[in-house]
């Protein structure tokens, strides 16, 4: 699988960070295997977008390669969805 996180440009390291780490762990934990990360920039998106009350016309993007369950991939899913950068 290719996961693609859509953060805010505004996230910080240390929350980019964590966020990976809590994904990476379902993974791993899960009989996953991670295979690289990519920065794929800030780039503006399609049409604004509001998450936790705020608006956003650009994103950070980041692509992570990965070999997991399907379990595993509908888990990172709830975690993205639930995090805050």
Same mark, same amino acid.
């Given at each position: 699988?290719?996961?693609?996180?859509?953060?805010?440009?505004?996230?910080? *390291?240390?929350?980019?960070?964590?966020?990976?780490?809590?994904?990476?762990?379902?993974?791993?934990?899960?009989?996953?295997?991670?295979?690289?990360?990519?920065?794929?920039?800030?780039?503006?998106?399609?049409?604004?977008?509001?998450?936790?009350?705020?608006?956003?016309?650009?994103?950070?993007?980041?692509?992570?390669?990965?070999?997991?369950?399907?379990?595993?991939?509908?888990?990172?899913?709830?975690?993205? *969805?639930?995090?805050?950068?």
């Amino acid at each position: 699988y290719n996961l693609l996180l859509v953060a805010a440009p505004r996230a910080s *390291k240390q929350e980019l960070l964590t966020t990976f780490r809590k994904v990476g762990r379902e993974i791993v934990d899960r009989g996953g295997v991670i295979r690289g990360f990519k920065n794929l920039g800030i780039r503006h998106l399609p049409q604004r977008m509001r998450r936790h009350g705020l608006i956003c016309n650009e994103a950070r993007f980041l692509e992570m390669r990965t070999d997991c369950s399907s379990e595993a991939r509908s888990l990172c899913d709830i975690i993205l *969805k639930d995090e805050t950068c």
